[in-house]
Structures are given as structure tokens and as C-alpha cells.
């Protein structure tokens, strides 16, 4: 923000609050800061939009998702079929609501699962350090040094192909990354005097750790488990397409796409595949835009 | 600073060894063993057991754990890395074989999305809070958010089906091998692999270049009057584009997952793609070999990062 804006401002909020109709709020202030954010907010619509259709998808559409249709296959949105149907007659409209259920729960069980081994793991190793710390590190360089999706590739080989699996392998290879980010918080939290108060009191390192430390790092840790749903639900996707992904039973994002793989369904069909492609990056995009906000909101040294 | 490099080195090697042996692990846990795929099911049939217990002690098979790696790790420092189970080539000479074609995308996708992600990040940090900026930084929230591969698509679409400007796949066209004449091929996995990581390059030299034009060295060059063009490209530019050309290290991770994803979009006949296939067809030694290539890739790309911020940053310390 240039100076003279900023001037322009104060000088605004001089003015209301010389005719007395400035009031303190008392919202939180990331929450205000929060609901200030037109990003955020555009993004938190479309995320709960996203989010609630899928859930309420019996209540909104009529069709089964894998009730297959030979009569009425590749037929063109229209006549019954909001969105058309695929090669087996399957409404696809359905199947990206009920796919929808199964991608966001594999983007945010991954999440939830990866930061609470990162984020416990990390908490009391970043205060602790010592050999526990430098053994953790370690791993998680040799893990980080992978590219993500051969690895993925690989322990997807070694445990078979189901959606549990890939959960699981999802959080497997996503804490490190939770880890690095929540031990460098309590690298330099752990610098400051009120830890050496609560040392000097006799404090276990578990209680400080987790119970005075872990809560004034809670706004970084939010934005990277925000930030890693979208990443793990664009990873389910590309393995899909890929092939190695939740079984092709299953209707996911992933599995829907994954028959444009066909060269004459990606030619002549397009509603089979553009649709809930749009409805992947809309939904990535929602969700980065959400932990934007959340970073902004939770970082004390920006103005709201 | 070459005990520095030396030291770097010296940490890289006992690393290597626990990865390889991370990945032996992982062959010794996926179902079946090479007497498995060495015999076709049809003939299993004929084999007693102890034929097949027979087999598996000439092989080595029976050995304990440590010692068949010590075995294996032996024959890969020899340059062995053992045959394809699909086609019993030996995967040395698969790798030759797909190894260009990778490394000619790659480079490519390097290229672009470097030159156009730190052009385009520094056009937006000069027009900050501008319209210029914010279609930029909307353009890069998109790209960040497709799916890779959703974007090749779109593209194949659009200039294979509708246009009919570019070739569907692959590296070539038989007859055409020459590389202008194969050129066309490449055009459009290079675009969409180096544009889908356009988008983070451009967010950090925003972000590098604005963190530039705010020090104090950059004021100091406005006062002594030189003309303002000056003061962003030769004083901002050069000091914002150090840990950008850093950062090339850091993007390997990526662009390797890239090209195995794009590789398989445009039936790029590459490494990428020839992972895929080993992982759908549970093609051990290729996969495992794939592997530890990429990651002895990664580390050391990181070395070099390490060393080349140290040469180039006079304030990080070399102890």
C-alpha cells in the first residue's frame, strides 16, 4: 500500500471516530481480518458450496452413481442428463457430487493424518532437540528427497490399490513437510523469555511444549494443512489418471477424469471430462485462497 | 571452500546408502519374487516345488536379507542395475535409451518456465497493486490449481483437435529424426510442462524482486539520480534474480514429477513414462532403478544449490 493511501485511510478513520461511530469491535481481530478478505471469502463460498452438494448429493440428484445405462451412453447434457452421461451411461453430474465426497476426503483425511504425526513429532522435537530432533530431521531429508509422486508410485505398488491405502500413503509421505514447518516455529518460539520462566518453574518439556508452546504456532500449521488438502487432492487426481489411484469402482474427481485418457471421449465428449475438471480447480482454488486468508489472518505484522 | 564441497560430499554418500537400502527394502516387500516372473504361469504347472527351491538357491534368493543386498548394492556400483522383467533388457540400456528424450523435455520446460516466470514476476512487482498485477496473480492462482494434466489435455484440444496446428504425441514422426524436424513435437509437452511451473517461479520472483526494491541500496541509487529504469533492472533486478536462479535446484523435485505425468499425457517416450509402465506392471528392477536415480538426482542438485549460494552469497558461512 503506497503512503498517500494509507494517510487517506487514517485520515477516514479519523473522521468516524471524531463523530463517535468508530466502536471497538469485538470480534476477533483475525476474524475480522478474515471476513475482510475478499479472496477468502469468495473462497469460503465456494468452498462450502462445493462441500454441501456433495454432501447433499441424494437430496439433489435423483441418480444412482454407478447406475449404468447402456441405452443412453456418451449422451450430451440435456434430456434428463444435467451434465450428460459417460461411456456407460452413468450420469455424470451424480458422479461428480458422490466423486466429490471421496476426493475432499482423501484431500483432507491425508491432511488431518500428516499433521498430527508432522505436528506432535515436530512440537516436542523442535523443543527437545537432541537426538530425537536430528534422527526425525534425517528421515524427513531422506523422504523429502524424493519426487513425491515416485515414491507415492512405489508404496502404492507395495500395498496394493484402495482408497485406505492411499490415505495412508498419502500421510506417509506428506509429514515431513508438516514436521520442517512446525519444528521451525518452535525453533524460535523456544528463544523467547517465558519459556525460560516456565523452565525455571520446573515445567515438563511436554507440558511446555504442547500446552504454552504449540498454541502461538496453531496459525501456520492451519494455512499448511489448508494448503496440503488442495495438494493431496490434485495428487488423487493425477494418480488416478495415472492409473494408480482409489480402484476405478469408486467414483472420485480422479476416476471421472480419467477416461480422457481416451482419445475419442477427449475429442467428441467433452462434458464427460471438462465439467469436473473445472470443479477440481474451482474447489483447489477455494481452498488455497481460504489459507491465504488464514495466513494473512494469523499474521500479526500485516495491518486489517 | 573445498573442504566446504568436500564436506557436502561426504554427508551425500552415507545418505545414498540409506536410500538404496530403503529401496531394496521396498523390493523385498512387493508380492512375488524373480523366480515368479522369470516363469510363465502356464509352464508353473509342469515345476514341483523343489525345482522352483532349486532355482531359487542358484539365484541367491535363499540368501539372508543383508546378504543379497550387499550382493545387489555391489552389482549396481559395478554399473549393473539388473534386467527389465518385461523385456530382459538390461536396465542400463533402457535408461540410454529414454533418457534423452526426458532430459530434451525437461530442459525445455526448465527454460520456459524460468524466463517466463522471473519476466512475469518482475512485471508484476513493478506495477504492484496495478490491474497488470492482479491478472497476473489471478493467472498464477489458476495455473497453481489445475490439475497438470487437465492442462495438457485442454491444450491437446485445443491445437491437435480444433486448430490442427501440432501433432497428437510422441517424440517423433518415423522418417522425420532430425531435431527441427521433430521440433513440432515438443512444442506443446515443453509449454505445458514449463507453464504449470511458471506460476511458482513468478510468485517468488515477485516476492524476491519487491523485497529488493524495498532496501535501502535501491533508495540510495533514486537519490543519486540515476533514471528509474536503471534503478529496477541493473540495482533490483540483479540482487532479485540470485535466489531465483537458486531455486531452478529446488524445482528438480517437480519438474521430474512433472514429466512423468506430462510424459504420460503426451506419449513422451521418456523415463517418465517407462516408470508408469514398470509401476502398472510391477516391474521391479526398473522401478527401483528409476528410483534411486531421481533421488541421486535431487541431492545432488541440492549440493550444487548449497555450493552456488555460498559462492554467490558472501554472507552465508561455510561452517
Do not use: C
Not at chain 1, 469468495?42 to 435423483?62: D, E, Q, Y
Not at chain 1, 523422504?143 to 513425491?148: E, I, L
Not at chain 1, 513437510?177 to 518460539?189: A, E, G, N, W
Not at chain 2, 541493473?234 to 512423468?260: E, K
Amino acid at each position: 500500500m503506497s503512503s498517500k493511501s494509507l494517510q487517506r485511510k487514517m485520515d477516514r478513520l479519523l473522521t468516524l471516530e471524531n463523530q463517535g461511530k468508530l466502536r471497538t469491535s469485538t470480534m476477533n481481530r483475525s476474524v475480522r481480518k478474515l471476513s475482510a478478505n475478499v479472496l477468502a471469502l469468495v473462497g469460503l463460498a465456494l468452498f462450502l458450496l462445493i462441500l454441501m452438494s456433495s454432501l447433499a448429493a441424494p437430496l439433489i440428484s435423483s441418480y444412482e452413481p454407478n447406475a449404468i445405462d447402456l441405452k443412453h451412453r456418451l449422451s450430451p447434457p440435456g434430456e434428463g442428463h444435467l451434465l450428460g452421461t459417460d461411456q456407460i451411461g452413468r450420469d455424470i453430474f451424480t458422479r461428480i457430487l458422490y466423486g466429490g465426497r471421496i476426493s475432499m476426503f482423501v484431500g483432507l483425511g491425508s491432511a488431518i493424518g500428516a499433521a498430527l504425526i508432522g505436528v506432535s513429532l515436530g512440537t516436542y522435537a523442535g523443543y527437545t532437540r537432541g537426538v530425537l530432533d536430528s534422527a526425525v530431521m534425517k528421515l524427513s531429508e531422506i523422504m523429502m528427497s524424493f519426487p513425491q509422486i515416485i515414491l507415492v508410485s512405489i508404496l502404492v505398488t507395495i500395498a496394493g490399490q484402495s482408497l485406505w491405502n492411499l490415505i495412508l500413503i498419502f500421510i506417509l509421505t506428506g509429514w515431513p513437510s508438516m514436521y520442517r514447518m512446525t519444528r521451525s516455529q518452535m525453533l524460535s518460539i523456544r528463544e523467547q523469555e517465558y519459556i525460560q520462566a516456565l523452565q525455571a518453574f520446573g515445567i515438563g518439556s511436554v507440558t511446555i511444549s504442547f500446552k504454552h508452546m504449540l498454541p502461538n504456532a496453531i496459525g501456520p500449521i492451519f494455512v499448511n494443512i489448508t494448503l496440503s488438502t488442495a495438494m493431496f487432492i490434485l495428487q488423487e487426481a493425477a494418480l488416478s489418471f495415472l492409473g494408480l489411484g482409489v480402484p476405478l469402482e469408486q467414483a472420485t474427481w480422479g476416476n471421472i477424469l480419467n477416461v480422457a485418457q481416451d482419445l475419442n471421449i477427449l475429442r467428441n465428449a467433452w462434458w464427460v471430462w471438462l465439467p469436473v475438471g473445472v470443479v477440481i480447480t474451482l474447489f483447489v482454488m477455494s481452498v488455497n485462497f481460504i489459507g491465504d486468508g488464514l495466513r494473512d489472518a494469523a499474521d500479526p505484522t500485516q495491518v486489517g | 571452500m573445498i573442504p566446504f564441497i568436500i564436506r557436502k560430499v561426504l554427508v551425500l554418500i552415507p545418505m545414498l546408502f540409506v536410500i538404496s537400502f530403503l529401496i531394496f527394502l521396498g523390493i523385498e516387500l512387493m508380492p512375488g519374487d524373480a523366480v515368479d516372473f522369470m516363469i510363465p504361469p502356464d509352464a508353473l504347472a509342469t515345476i514341483s516345488q523343489a525345482e522352483l527351491d532349486v532355482l531359487r538357491a542358484e539365484l541367491g534368493l535363499d540368501d539372508p536379507f543383508l546378504a543379497r543386498y550387499g550382493n545387489w548394492i555391489g552389482q549396481v556400483m559395478k554399473g549393473d542395475f539388473g534386467y527389465s522383467l518385461q523385456s530382459g533388457v538390461s536396465v542400463r540400456d533402457l535408461l540410454a535409451q529414454k533418457l534423452p528424450a526426458t532430459i530434451e523435455l525437461s530442459l525445455a520446460a526448465l527454460v520456459i518456465s524460468t524466463l517466463l516466470g522471473s519476466l512475469l514476476g518482475v512485471v508484476s512487482a513493478l506495477n504492484k497493486g496495478r490491474l497488470g498485477d492482479h491478472v497476473l496473480t489471478v493467472a498464477g492462482m489458476i495455473g497453481v490449481a489445475i490439475p497438470q494434466f487437465l492442462f495438457g489435455l485442454v491444450m491437446i484440444v485445443l491445437f491437435v483437435f480444433q486448430m490442427e496446428l501440432l501433432p497428437v504425441g510422441g517424440r517423433m514422426t518415423p522418417g522425420n529424426e532430425a531435431f527441427f524436424q521433430r521440433l513440432d513435437h515438443l512444442i506443446l509437452p515443453a509449454i505445458v510442462l514449463g507453464l504449470s511451473m511458471t506460476a511458482g517461479v513468478m510468485r517468488y520472483s515477485r516476492a524476491s524482486m519487491l523485497d529488493s526494491l524495498s532496501k535501502e541500496y535501491i533508495r540510495t541509487a533514486r537519490s543519486k539520480g540515476i533514471p528509474e529504469w536503471r534503478v529496477n533492472l541493473i540495482h533490483g533486478l540483479r540482487v532479485a534474480m540470485t535466489p531465483v536462479a537458486v531455486l531452478i535446484g529446488f524445482r528438480l523435485p517437480i519438474l521430474i514429477g512433472g514429466s512423468v505425468v506430462i510424459e504420460q499425457v503426451f506419449q513422451w517416450p521418456g523415463v517418465g513414462q517407462m516408470f508408469v509402465a514398470a509401476v502398472r506392471s510391477q516391474n521391479t528392477p526398473v522401478i527401483m532403478m528409476v528410483a534411486f536415480f531421481s533421488v541421486s538426482i535431487v541431492l545432488t542438485a541440492s549440493i550444487l544449490v548449497d555450493i552456488a549460494t555460498a559462492l554467490l552469497d558472501p554472507r552465508v558461512k561455510l561452517s
